[in-house]
Each structure stands twice: as structure tokens, then as C-alpha cells.
């Protein structure tokens, strides 16, 4: 049975939504759906961790072995905390790296999804960045440079990148694509990051 280990923050632990409503655990479902032996994911994720904070706890877990399947989501608390896109580029280029060594060095077993845009959410609406003082349109561009930098990554090392973002802005602010907070994805939204990393991760496990 194939291993899959998924990297990340509260979008990769699924905070608000039950266990088995979390993207990495629908995908590897959806995937065993189509006959694939995959099993549950490994989690290595928390609410509210930046790329430094997911690089030290991926040192604690260690020895984490190798995995036939890695996604990579992180970079949303960067964003939120104000650091700049250098610091993410870094980072990020630093943990891509290392998902690539838990694929046992082949980056077409590894998956990255681009950072949702939170500002589209009902927590981070009009109103509510009214109260915050938060600027939506600076947020969208930051998150977009963001992904713009990750996605330029994963093309020169020849990962695969999947852009969920478009998905949860034209969707996010919709009560049903929300958890009780209004912040984090529901399932229904999940389900839709699945949909798009579906076939992606499907073609990475059927490749020889």
C-alpha cells in the first residue's frame, strides 16, 4: 500500500472539520476510490504554523522514512504575520526540498496546492476588514506574489503544482464553503481542493 505523508498548517490538519473531512485524508479516499492502495496520510500540520514553524516540527518527527506520495500546503501565516515574499521564497524552496527527499528524491511524487486566499472568506470580508483595518486588496496581492514564488519553485524542480486559489475566491464566501468560523474550509470546500488534486496526484502514483 502506498504511503502518503501531507505538510502544512490549518488547511492541511482541517481545523473545524472532522478527521475525515480534511483534503489530504478525502484525496487519499478518492484516490483508493479509483483503485489506488493508498493509505490515510500522515499529518504533520497545526493552526497557525508559518514555514519555519512547520521546517522545526518536521525536525522533531524525525525519523519520518520515505513516502510514495508528499503534498506541500504552507505559507498562509506568513502572509497573515506581514513577513515578505523573500522570506517565504526561501523557506518555501527549503521545504520543498525536503518533501522531495521524503519522496525518496523524486519530485514527481510530490504535490503542492497554492495558499487560499483567507480574505475571501466571511471572516476576512468587507466588514470585517472594516473592524480588522486589514487592506483585502493588499492581502490578495501578497498571497499572490506568494504563489507566484512557490509556483516558479515547483516549475524548475519539476513538481506539480495545483492552484486552489481561484477556487476559494470565487467560493469563500459562501456560508456553506466555511467552518463555524467563517475562516477555515468547510468540507464542501475541501471536497473541492480534491477535485482539482484528484487526477494531478492520480497521474503522479500511476507513473511508472
Not at 463555524?180 to 475541501?190: I, K, R, T, V
Request: glycine fraction near 10%; aromatic fraction near 8%; charge should be negative.
Amino acid at each position: 500500500m502506498y504511503r502518503y505523508l501531507a505538510l502544512g498548517d490549518s488547511y492541511t490538519i482541517g481545523e473545524g472539520v472532522a478527521e475525515g473531512d480534511r483534503w489530504p485524508v478525502q484525496l487519499a479516499r478518492g484516490l483508493r476510490e479509483q483503485g489506488i492502495t493508498l493509505a490515510d496520510p500522515r499529518i504533520i500540520a497545526k493552526t497557525g504554523w508559518t514555514t519555519d514553524e512547520l521546517d522545526a516540527a518536521i525536525d522533531a518527527a524525525q525519523p519520518l522514512g520515505e513516502y510514495d506520495l508528499v503534498s506541500l500546503l504552507i505559507g498562509v501565516n506568513n502572509q497573515y504575520r506581514g513577513r515578505d515574499v523573500e522570506n517565504y521564497r526561501q523557506d518555501f524552496a527549503a521545504l520543498l526540498e525536503r518533501a522531495i527527499g521524503f519522496a525518496g528524491g523524486n519530485e514527481d511524487r510530490v504535490l503542492v496546492l497554492s495558499i487560499p486566499d483567507w480574505g475571501a472568506t466571511r471572516f476576512g470580508g468587507e466588514q470585517a476588514a472594516a473592524k480588522s483595518g486589514r487592506d483585502l486588496a493588499k492581502v490578495s496581492r501578497e498571497l499572490d506574489a506568494c504563489n507566484a514564488a512557490a509556483k516558479a519553485i515547483c516549475n524548475a524542480r519539476g513538481v506539480a503544482f495545483v492552484d486552489i486559489t481561484p477556487v476559494s475566491r470565487e467560493r469563500g464566501g459562501q456560508a456553506s464553503m466555511a467552518a463555524d468560523d467563517g475562516l477555515h474550509p468547510s468540507a464542501a470546500m475541501y471536497a473541492a481542493w480534491t477535485q482539482q488534486a484528484l487526477p494531478v496526484a492520480r497521474q503522479l502514483l500511476s507513473a511508472p
